[in-house]
Nanobody
Framework: QVQLVESGGGLVQTGGSLSLSCVAS????????MAWFRQAPGKDREFVAG????????FYADSVKGRFTISKNNTENTCYLQMNTLRTEDTAAYYC??????????????????WGQGTQVTVSS
């Protein structure tokens, strides 16, 4: 079992930056594909960014490409999402997720077995 706890959300103005953290416990995430999703009120949960278990490849939703960066630090057992040039449409609850070890990384929420509780990001104009 993997437990995930996100932090770093908050209120920021348009064009600003935030860095989200996802601290894992229970297992080392070095073998786990990781991803970030978000969900705005009244909308479905959507993929934001993902990373292969090796960390060798990353992929992003078109809406955040060039602005957001996913990374992980295996020593700290933490996954990060650096968000730059934030827009009002980025406002949502952000969730960290992990798949089963050594699986191929996916954009589908259903592929992920472990989820954090979420952290709120609000971007004001």
């Amino acid at each position: 079992q993997v437990q995930l706890v996100e932090s770093g959300g908050g209120l920021v103005q348009t064009g600003g930056s935030l860095s989200l953290s996802c601290v894992a416990s229970g297992r080392a995430i070095s073998d786990y594909p990781m991803a970030w999703f978000r969900q705005a009120p009244g909308k479905d949960r959507e993929f934001v960014a993902g990373m292969s278990w090796s960390g060798g490849s990353t992929f992003y939703a078109d809406s955040v490409k060039g602005r957001f960066t996913i990374s992980k630090n295996n020593t700290e057992n933490t996954c990060y999402l650096q968000m730059n040039t934030l827009r009002t449409e980025d406002t949502a609850a952000y969730y960290c997720a992990a798949q089963l070890p050594f699986h191929s990384a996916s954009r589908a929420p259903s592929a992920y077995q472990y989820w954090g509780q979420g952290t709120q990001v609000t971007v004001s104009s």
